[in-house]
Every structure is written in structure tokens, then in C-alpha cells.
């Protein structure tokens, strides 16, 4: 069991990739990503509205899809 401390709100989703990287997304309009072995965020993205969902790629470990009620976003860790 492990606890991770940063987001200001509920968190609405999480997935975890290949690579035991942890995707969170939170009513405070954020995702955040961490690593199952350190409690410290590693990245965040700031969003206008809320996220509603979050999942990784299931062919390449450092691309995710987010959604709002927008649209889908995809984000790539290494760009």
C-alpha cells in the first residue's frame, strides 16, 4: 500500500501503464504522473474543464488519452 499526496480534489480516474507509471486525473482539472516506487508527482497537465477518464496506451508506455467532455486529448511524455 503506498499513498500519493498532490492533487487538491477527488481523483476521478487512474490507470497504469506497462511501465508501472500511474496516470491520475482529479475534479482540480489535472493529471498527474507518478511511479508506483516514489511518492512524488513526476508530471502534471492543467486542463480548462474536468477530466472524466484517463488510459494509457496500451501499444506505446509513454503515450496516454485524456477526456473531458470536450473531446479526447493525447499526450506524449517524451515531447
Known amino acids: 500500500f503506498r499513498e500519493y499526496n ?3 480534489a477527488d481523483i476521478i480516474c487512474i490507470s ?6 500511474i496516470a491520475t486525473a482529479s475534479q482540480d482539472s489535472t493529471i498527474k504522473i ?5 511518492p512524488y508527482c513526476l508530471a502534471q497537465f492543467k ?3 474536468q477530466i ?3 488510459q494509457w496506451d496500451p501499444f506505446i508506455p509513454d503515450v496516454f488519452y485524456a477526456a473531458d467532455h470536450q473531446g479526447v486529448y493525447k499526450y506524449d511524455l517524451k515531447k
Open 6 to 8: 498532490g492533487h487538491v
Open 34 to 38: 507518478w511511479h508506483h516506487l516514489t
Open 52 to 54: 472524466v477518464a484517463v
Open 47 to 49: 486542463h480548462q474543464t
Open 16 to 21: 497504469i501503464n506497462v511501465n508501472n507509471y
